[in-house]
């Protein structure tokens, strides 16, 4: 199954120390959240930037992190 990522949060403390990552978030310079994605090979997940037509990948989270994902419920 494919879902949809939403947002990413990346620390043990969810609500006092995690960073969290959302899709649409503004961030670095005039840049926008494109699109969170998990690598099903090694577990990883990507987050990608965009600023007008240009994507690029900014930053990535292994499995040896702690990560907690919310997906979009979209149906």
Not at 15 to 29: I, L
Not at 35 to 55: A, F, T
Request: with cysteine; glycine share 6%.
């Amino acid at each position: 199954m494919d879902y949809s990522i939403r947002k990413i949060s990346i620390g043990s403390d969810y609500k006092n120390e995690a960073m969290h990552y959302s899709v649409g978030q503004s961030v670095y310079g005039g840049h926008e959240i494109s699109c969170i994605l998990q690598d099903s090979n090694d577990s990883s997940y990507y987050i990608y930037i965009k600023k007008g037509d240009e994507v690029m990948p900014w930053k990535q989270f292994n499995s040896n992190m702690t990560i907690s994902v919310e997906y979009n419920l979209e149906y």
